[in-house]
């Protein structure tokens, strides 16, 4: 949910739609509109700002906006979208042509919304472009064939900071927004994220995927698995039982787990969601846990009075039931794992400590195929 209160910001696609129609409008009338109202992909209008024009001539006009994540800023949160706006008169073919210019990404591989070999402008956003072009050509009377560039300043090195390149995305960032606005903290775009990254990996014909918490899970995990290519790969944050969920749907056969002591715990007491506001430690069970494995009664009181899995990871360090309380704690995981993945694929959990050492590896074979 957004946070009460938090400023929602918009997507790369309603920028482009809005420097799209500004483009449009100032090539056919003239006029140099400082915000420019555009249709939503899902319902509903908003009001954007225009950073800028630039006239090529009598027949090209390009306008730029200034995307705004709002209260939840990504990598593309500041960047400079434009659309460069080409008359094309006797032209066949549809009466609006949007193609994707300096800056914005290439599909390389399958498994995406958009087929290879084609810009990286998801189909919501490109209808909304295609709307608000419409809108303005309608406005000015204009019916002839004209040609829409979608570009992005710096959009390569914007690129670099995003997943693009493991979904297969060159030389840019993707247009996307299947809403038009970002709502602070939802969660939808990174499911989006991850089902992307999944699609991609089943689509090149690979069969085992690697879900980690982040980049630093994901860096000891490779460690691990060094014969992994990069599709393999997808940072599932803390969506535990949504990536799980999705992955098993994609029918993959191995799902490796990469995570710290921390999501671990949360993961072993069937927390679907894993951040620390949504799913905090119950440390009264994991106390209950550990005195099961045998650990002192100093490493329990330990636990009882601990604010982080941190601190409880530190005082098992020197119990001698550490190797026993690890196992119990993957093996509560992988059950719970169990759950969310059904009997279908293997599933192999690496724990790694806040330095990255390898706490533990267990593999649990495929319900339905044991011998896997």
């Not at 050509?137 to 090195?157: H, I, K, N, S, W």
């Not at 030389?171 to 992307?196: C, D, Q, R």
């Not at 990069?230 to 995570?259: P, T």
């Not at 196992?327 to 169990?338: C, E, Y």
Request: aromatic share 6%; hydrophobic share 45%.
């Amino acid at each position: 949910m957004a946070k009460r209160g938090a400023r929602q910001g918009f997507t790369t696609g309603s920028a482009a739609a809005a420097a799209a129609k500004a483009a449009i409008w100032r090539l056919l009338t003239g006029e140099a509109l400082d915000t420019i109202d555009i249709p939503l992909p899902a319902g509903g209008r908003l009001g954007i700002p225009i950073a800028g024009y630039e006239l090529f001539g009598d027949a090209q006009a390009r306008a730029s906006v200034i995307k705004d994540g709002g209260d939840d800023p990504d990598a593309t949160h500041g960047a400079r979208v434009m659309c460069r706006a080409r008359l094309c008169h006797g032209a066949d073919g549809e009466r609006v042509e949007i193609a994707g210019g300096t800056g914005v990404g290439r599909v390389t591989l399958p498994g995406l919304a958009v087929a290879p070999g084609q810009a990286a402008i998801n189909p919501d956003p490109l209808r909304q472009i295609r709307e608000a072009a419409a809108e303005a050509m309608d406005a000015a009377g204009y019916f002839g064939p004209l040609l829409l560039t979608v570009e992005v300043e710096d959009g390569e090195r914007i690129a670099q900071k995003t997943l693009n390149a493991r979904l297969g995305i060159v030389g840019g960032i993707s247009i996307l927004g299947t809403t038009g606005i970002v709502k602070p903290f939802s969660h939808s775009a990174w499911k989006a994220t991850i089902k992307g990254g999944l699609d991609v990996a089943r689509a090149t014909g690979l069969r085992e995927i690697a879900l980690t918490t982040g980049r630093k899970s994901e860096r000891f995990l490779r460690r691990e698995l060094p014969g992994l290519p990069d599709q393999s790969y997808v940072q599932a944050a803390d969506y535990f039982a949504f990536s799980l969920a999705q992955a098993a749907k994609r029918d993959f056969s191995r799902i490796a787990i990469g995570c710290f002591f921390g999501k671990l715990v949360k993961m072993a007491l069937g927390y679907a969601y894993t951040h620390a506001k949504s799913g905090p430690v119950d440390f009264a069970v994991l106390a209950g846990w550990l005195d099961e494995a045998g650990a002192t009664a100093e490493t329990i009181a330990g636990c009882l009075g601990a604010i982080t899995a941190r601190r409880v990871l530190e005082l098992l360090e020197n119990d001698p039931a550490r190797p026993k309380a690890l196992a119990g704690l993957v093996a509560k995981a992988q059950a719970q794992a169990r759950l969310h993945a059904g009997c279908s694929p293997a599933l192999a959990l690496y724990v790694f400590d806040f330095d990255g050492r390898l706490l533990r590896r267990d593999s649990l074979a495929s319900a339905a195929r044991p011998d896997y």
